[in-house]
């Protein structure tokens, strides 16, 4: 091996003193400190000063060009990545401030409440991204399932719903009740 270092394999960070020489609130040096959100530029004179500024770039940048049409002014969607995660965004942006979720809408399974009788059970999915399924009168009816629900009456006690639940010989049909829990036959 050579004795030489590849300038090339230091991240950007390690420059980012070179726009910044010193802080703008007191005239300090800044320089480069790491916390758990990731590293950031601070003011030497802490805590007198405490003029921070983030090196994480969340400012809406440019993941890809969708090619298609902005529904507001024509111009192009792009999907970007933010400060809160994904969204697609117009390319007129300031002038435009379209924005959509690139998420899919929540699914109607079409099957009707079984304790209300009036909402139907839509597919949801949780913070931490499970699917469920529950009445869309929420918060009014509050029944929700795990599994995916199927048409159909419990043969025991005659609940009016049914889930597929998936085990080791193979998909089963159970009673939605969580009093009930029978298998299908």
């Known amino acids: 091996m050579s ?10 960070h390690e420059h980012a003193l070179d726009k910044e020489q010193c802080c703008p609130q007191c005239g ?10 990731g590293p950031f530029l601070g003011c030497a004179g802490y805590p007198e000063c405490d003029y921070i500024k983030s ?11 969708l090619g298609k049409p902005c529904p ?5 969607l792009l999907l970007r990545q933010g400060r809160y995660g994904m969204f697609i965004g117009c390319a007129g942006y300031p ?4 924005i959509e979720s690139p998420e899919k809408k929540a699914e109607d399974t079409q099957l009707t409440c079984p304790s209300c009788g009036k909402g139907h059970l ?3 999915k949780s913070r931490y991204g499970k699917v469920f399924y529950a009445c869309d009168q ?4 509050r029944f929700a399932v795990n599994n995916k629900p199927i048409a159909g009456q419990c043969q025991q006690c005659g609940f009016g719903l049914l889930i597929e639940k998936k085990l080791a010989g193979g998909l089963k049909r159970q009673c939605a009740d969580r009093k009930c829990n029978a298998y299908q036959e």
Do not use: T, W
Not at 28 to 37: D, F, G, H, Q
Not at 56 to 65: F, I, S
């Open 72 to 76: 507001d002014c024509g111009d192009e």
């Open 55 to 65: 090196l994480n770039y969340n400012d809406g940048h440019v993941v890809k060009h």
């Open 3 to 12: 004795g030489k270092i590849n300038e090339q394999l230091f991240s950007a």
């Open 138 to 141: 929420y918060p009014g009816c």
């Open 95 to 98: 002038a435009c401030h379209h």
């Open 28 to 37: 300090a040096e800044l320089v480069i400190r790491n916390s758990k959100r």
């Open 122 to 124: 839509m597919e949801r």
